[in-house]
């Protein structure tokens, strides 16, 4: 195995680099945006890949890297654990149907192999994959996992409503990934026999081995119905910005 050592800029500071494939991790967007957000706070003096994923098509392109770092607080002092996992950006979309007095939502459920379940119950999600327009990779989910046609401005930020940008989104595990991810929100009024077209539907695409299965259930019942942590965040976001629907409130 080639280990690669290079040297890089962070904060000023220069930076050993090793590991395979290191200078294409370097280089790659999950890379350069963590470190735009970096805190001068920290001294990051050696970093080492340890794994580096690259896309199964071309153009090639890294998703997911792994890698350890010798890094200090701004007294001198060692920071532990430096052990980063980076996947980047991602976005939710929680759904919220109007029907008939009650507030619905729209579960994915596929199989989910770290989990260890084969029907995992979660929001609409997705990867950035290398873009900046949230809205429209959003907006791009939506179609590909929920069979739903929207435009980008029939949906809400929630976390741009609760933070106003201080954050580019919620982060699931910050301890150990770098991953946030932008929660939007879709809501519109449905009848009844439209929302009963989304129950069991099977949507997902094949070339990305997809395998997905919808579930509609009141939104109420969200936080008993899934352990994911986007979707009961987006459940909190949507009743903390009072986006809520006054009777949904009553009800919880």
Request: proline share 5%.
């Amino acid at each position: 195995m080639r280990k690669e050592l290079m040297n890089t800029l962070i904060h000023g500071r220069t930076v050993e680099v090793t590991g395979e494939h290191a200078e294409e991790a370097l280089q790659s967007h999950i890379f350069t945006e963590w470190k735009k957000r970096l805190s001068p706070w920290f001294s990051v003096r050696k970093i080492e890949f340890q794994s580096v994923d690259f896309t199964r098509h071309e153009p090639r392109r890294v998703i997911f890297a792994k890698f350890k770092a010798e890094v200090y607080d701004n007294e001198g002092k060692l920071v532990m654990p430096g052990i980063v996992f980076l996947r980047g950006g991602a976005v939710a979309m929680l759904v919220v149907f109007h029907c008939e007095g009650e507030e619905y939502t729209v579960l994915t459920n596929q199989p989910r192999f770290a989990s260890g379940s084969s029907s995992f119950p979660e929001i609409a999600a997705g990867m950035l994959d290398g873009e900046g327009n949230f809205a429209g990779v959003a907006a791009r989910e939506m179609e590909e996992e929920l069979g739903i046609t929207i435009k980008t401005d029939e949906l809400v930020d929630l976390t741009h409503l609760a933070n106003s940008n201080n954050w580019p989104g919620m982060f699931p595990s910050p301890g150990a990934c770098d991953e946030f991810i932008r929660i939007f929100l879709y809501e519109r009024e449905i009848t009844r026999e439209k929302l009963e077209e989304f129950r069991g539907k099977t949507t997902g695409l094949a070339s990305e081995n997809e395998r997905i299965k919808l579930s509609v259930i009141p939104l109420r019942m969200l936080p008993f119905l899934t352990p994911d942590g986007k979707s009961l965040a987006a459940y909190c976001l949507y009743l903390a910005t009072g986006r809520a629907h006054p009777s949904a409130d009553s009800q919880v």
